[in-house]
């Protein structure tokens, strides 16, 4: 599966942003599809992951109550829908799937996805 994540941008902080990741090859139908990003100088992080079959959600302690992952079955897209952004927030996003229609250890490690979209850069300003 080939993935397309765009939407990134400059935003000031207390702003919102909707990153998408668009599916082309296959369908997500048995994937689980998660977001993670990368600030310069740090490790790629997880931020917030679905399954796409049931829909069923986790977050990162640092994206509760502000990022959620909608997506759009029709369009064989998901989306990060960050709200209340802050300057920490600063990173080069990525969208990833992997093949598996639980949650486990498994899901907050970028080694365990299969699939990746290109980085989408989202900048917020003090």
């Not at 935003?11 to 998408?20: E, W, Y």
């Not at 502000?66 to 209340?84: C, E, G, H």
């Amino acid at each position: 599966v080939q993935l397309q994540a765009s939407g990134g941008g400059l935003v000031q902080a207390g702003g919102s942003l909707r990153l998408s990741c668009a599916a082309s090859g296959r369908t997500f139908s048995s994937q689980t599809v998660g977001w993670f990003r990368q600030a310069p100088g740090k490790e790629r992080e997880f931020v917030a992951a679905i399954i796409w079959s049931g829909g069923s959600t986790v977050y990162a302690e640092s994206a509760k109550g502000r990022f959620s992952i909608p997506r759009d079955n029709a369009k064989n897209t998901v989306y990060l829908q960050m709200n209340s952004l802050k300057p920490e927030d600063t990173a080069v996003y990525y969208c990833a799937a992997m093949t598996t229609t639980i949650f486990s250890g498994r899901t907050y490690s970028s080694r365990s996805y299969e699939y990746w979209g290109q980085g989408t850069q989202v900048t917020v300003s003090s």
